[in-house]
């Protein structure tokens, strides 16, 4: 079925940096795109970023273009999202999600708890 | 880009009643949306895929319907643990979810 679990969350003042990471286990994380999604606080979801198997193509929101990288190891069994320039409106809990294999539109199957970010000086 | 607009915003329901969550699309996605659920203090969970697609576990009185541009997510008797928030999802796009609480 496959687990993921997130890390790295946090409290840190508007302008600042975050590396979150996401854990995979029971499942072949090179076989998956992954993705990063998250949720402001009583709002909806959000895609933030998904890369692709081996890191050959990766997207982002337009709105984290240029302040936030996804990346991946797949040797580690781990996704990280590197969140540089933080601002307000980043605040939010941040899941790591596993993209049905094959998927031509990202249906995410496996969850993380999710990883909670706070911005705020 | 593609708008998912779902409706209502809130849907006031008893168990045992049926309940039918919409999602319109602003253009044709063709099948490929997905249902998510999300009980509070929790990560999403996918429902359905293609449309009209279970995903592995979710029980048979959920069901999901369309093409196009209109969706729809029915479940057929409210159980207690189904009161939570829906989304929709085409890509990278995610309707504003409708809230399913307890009438």
């Known amino acids: 079925e496959g687990q993921l679990v997130e890390s790295g969350g946090g409290l840190v003042q508007p302008g600042g940096s975050l590396r979150l990471s996401c854990a995979a286990s029971?499942?072949?994380?090179?076989?998956?795109?992954m993705t990063w999604v998250r949720q402001a606080p009583g709002k909806g979801l959000q895609w933030v970023a998904n890369?692709?198997?081996?890191?050959?193509?990766?997207y982002h929101l337009d709105s984290v273009k240029g302040r936030f990288t996804i990346s991946r190891d797949n040797a580690k069994n781990s996704m990280y999202l590197q969140m540089n320039g933080l601002r307000d409106e980043d605040a939010a809990v941040y899941y790591c999600?596993?993209?049905?294999?094959?998927?031509?539109?990202?249906?995410?199957?496996?969850w993380g708890k999710g990883t909670a970010v706070t911005v705020s000086s | 880009e593609i708008v998912l607009t779902q409706s209502p915003v809130t849907l006031s329901l008893s168990p045992g009643e049926g309940a039918t969550l919409s999602c319109r699309a602003s253009?044709?996605?063709?099948?490929?949306l997905a249902w998510y659920q999300q009980k509070s203090g929790q990560a999403p969970r996918l429902l359905m895929y293609d449309a009209s697609n279970r995903a592995a576990g979710i029980p048979a009185r959920f069901s999901g319907s369309g093409s196009g541009t209109d969706f729809t997510l029915t479940i057929s008797r409210l159980e207690p643990e189904d009161f939570a928030v829906y989304y929709c999802?085409?890509?990278?796009?995610f309707g504003q979810g409708t809230r399913l609480e307890i009438k």
């Open positions: 253009q044709s996605v063709n099948n490929f």
């Open positions: 029971g499942f072949t994380l090179s076989s998956h795109w």
């Open positions: 890369i692709a198997e081996d890191s050959s193509a990766s």
């Open positions: 999600a596993r993209v049905v294999a094959g998927s031509p539109v990202d249906y995410m199957d496996v």
């Open positions: 999802q085409y890509r990278w796009n």
